[in-house]
């Protein structure tokens, strides 16, 4: 049974940081692209950061460049999202995706909210 389960959100001022998990079971997390999306209330669900097959390429919205860091752990198939200096509207609820052919699946997702 193929399941991610996000973890670490929670409430933090603004500058401050979170870092996100997102544990993988029933695949294999370093043969699927991962990603980060992010869905704040009365908005479209957003790409935040991506990650390709093998870990060779990484891309980020242009919002969270240079704050945001998606790194994979294959031993513990375990992806994170470490993010830094946060901004009020970085505030949504953030989902795990992992993508491979025409495969692609989901978490329930996790909040973050920064307060100013």
């Known amino acids: 049974q193929v399941q991610l389960m996000e973890s670490g959100g929670g409430l933090v001022q603004s500058g401050g940081s979170l870092r996100l998990s997102c544990a993988a079971s029933?695949?294999?997390?370093?043969?699927?692209?991962m990603s980060w999306y992010r869905q704040a209330p009365g908005k479209e669900r957003e790409l935040v950061a991506r990650?390709?097959?093998?870990?060779?390429?990484?891309n980020y919205a242009d919002s969270v460049k240079g704050r945001f860091t998606i790194s994979r752990d294959n031993a513990k198939n375990t992806v994170y999202l470490q993010m830094n200096y946060l901004k009020p509207e970085d505030t949504a609820v953030y989902y795990c995706?992992?993508?491979?052919?025409?495969?692609?699946?989901w978490g329930q997702g996790t909040q973050v909210t920064v307060s100013s």
């Open positions: 995706n992992a993508w491979k052919d025409d495969y692609t699946y």
């Open positions: 029933g695949f294999t997390v370093s043969i699927y692209g």
């Open positions: 990650m390709s097959r093998f870990a060779t390429i990484t």
